[in-house]
Each structure stands twice: as C-alpha cells, then as structure tokens.
C-alpha cells in the first residue's frame, strides 16, 4: 500500500511569513494526525482528524496555527504568522478508523525553518 | 499526565555488541507501545508494535519486550551493525484521548565500524 505523502519535503521562510504543508494519508484510513518535532525531542501532537472533524486540537496555537481536513482525506496545516520558534519537522500520521490497537504510519514529514 | 522517558539519551558501540533501549512510562493506562526509528532529517518509520496484553515482539534482529505494570519497555537490538545508527523512539497510545501518541526524546544510537 501507498505510505502517507508530504509535501513540500523542506521549506525556509522568514518570521512572520505565511506556510502550509499538505497530507494524503493512506487509503481507507479516517484518522490524520499531525505532529510538530523540534529537534532534538520527541514528535507532540497538533492536531487529530476522525474524518473531517476534529477530535484533539488542545495543543494547537490556534492564533497563529490552523489545520482543516476537507472530504476527509487531504489535509492542510498552516501557520500565519511564523515565528523563530515554529522551526521544526511537521509531521502528518494516519491510522486506521476505530482500530487503537492498529499502529500508526508516518509520512516523511516537512522540514521547516524560520528565520 | 502520561510521560514517557527513554535512557540513554545517546549511546555508542561498536559494531557487533548486542545493546538495549529503555523506555519508560508513567500511566499502565494504554493500547500499545511502538518503536519508531528515525533517520536524520526523515519520518518516522515503525519497527514493532506490542500490544498492551503482549510481553515481546520481534523482528530480525530485533525484539522488543512490555512490562505495563512498572511502566518499561525495552528494545534489543542484536549483533549491531552501523546501518542501525539513528534515533530510537518510542511511544504510547493512551486510552480516552482519542488514542493519540504520547513520545519519548528518543535515543540517538551510533554504531561504529
């Protein structure tokens, strides 16, 4: 089967900018995950998609971050305006709807720095 | 709060050692723990998924054990050879949280020739 695709695979803009990465998970998988790894610590959740609905967006920063899942299957995350801080790897994960004991499948994540 | 620790947080052996990864966690309240590898400036790649009824798993030279009553997992990686450099990471997926993962910092492995 497809892995989960991302794009672009690395991005540099300056602070206060605006940037969106984009997600296909796998085929026939209902839940999307995005996840945010500065360097040098684990990945943190962003934000879960059951479909198009949002299910956990509690670490989102929602002033500056946003993330929508039309049709449930593509997604997009975005950040407007970036900062120093936003540099780090996003990472976009699906699994299978209904099924916690099924793993997750990351994509190779988007790369990006602000300066 | 579920928190998730691995030790060390680097390590370096040289080629052939049998070596162990620890991960430890504070809350027995989860699906699954998966081990993730990742390669400098990549995903996430998955190496093995324990079930919370499981002890082990294993592939190739690999196996990874859970004891959910202390909270531990372990990852053994036999006869290391440089191509397992990279970063360990493991994670827990909790219950009633929209079964998200909860990640360690990861351990960053070296494998000299």
């Known amino acids: 089967e497809a892995g989960v695709a991302q794009s672009p695979r690395y991005k540099i803009i300056e602070k206060r900018q605006s940037v969106a990465f984009w997600c296909n998970p796998i085929?026939?998988?209902?839940?999307l995950y995005w996840y945010q790894q500065i360097l040098g610590q684990g990945p943190k959740l962003l934000i879960q998609?059951?479909?198009?609905?949002?299910?956990?967006d509690s670490q989102l920063p929602k002033d500056r971050f946003s993330a929508e899942r039309l049709k449930g299957v593509d997604s997009t995350l975005k950040i407007q305006p970036a900062k120093l801080e936003d540099s780090a790897v996003y990472l976009c994960?699906?699994?299978?709807?209904?099924?916690?004991?099924?793993?997750?499948?990351f994509g190779s994540g988007t790369r990006l720095t602000v300066v | 709060k579920q928190e998730v620790t691995q030790i060390p947080a680097a390590l370096s052996v040289p080629e052939g050692e049998n070596l162990v990864l620890n991960c430890s966690f504070t809350?027995?309240?989860?699906?699954?723990l998966q081990w993730f590898r990742q390669d400098p400036g990549k995903g996430l790649t998955s190496l093995l998924l324990?079930?919370?009824?499981?002890r082990e798993q294993t592939s190739g030279r690999l196996n990874a054990s859970l004891d959910k009553s202390s909270g531990r997992s372990t990852l053994y990686i036999a006869a290391s050879q440089p191509g397992d450099s990279a970063t360990y990471l493991c994670?827990?997926?909790?219950?009633?949280?929209?079964?998200?993962?909860?990640f360690g910092q990861g351990t960053e492995l070296s494998v000299k020739p």
């Open positions: 998609f059951q479909n198009n609905g949002v299910v956990d």
């Open positions: 809350d027995s309240a989860i699906y699954n």
């Open positions: 324990i079930q919370s009824s499981q």
């Open positions: 994960a699906s699994s299978l709807e209904g099924q916690p004991s099924y793993g997750y499948t």
């Open positions: 085929s026939g998988h209902a839940t």
């Open positions: 994670a827990v997926r909790i219950y009633n949280q929209g079964g998200k993962l909860i």
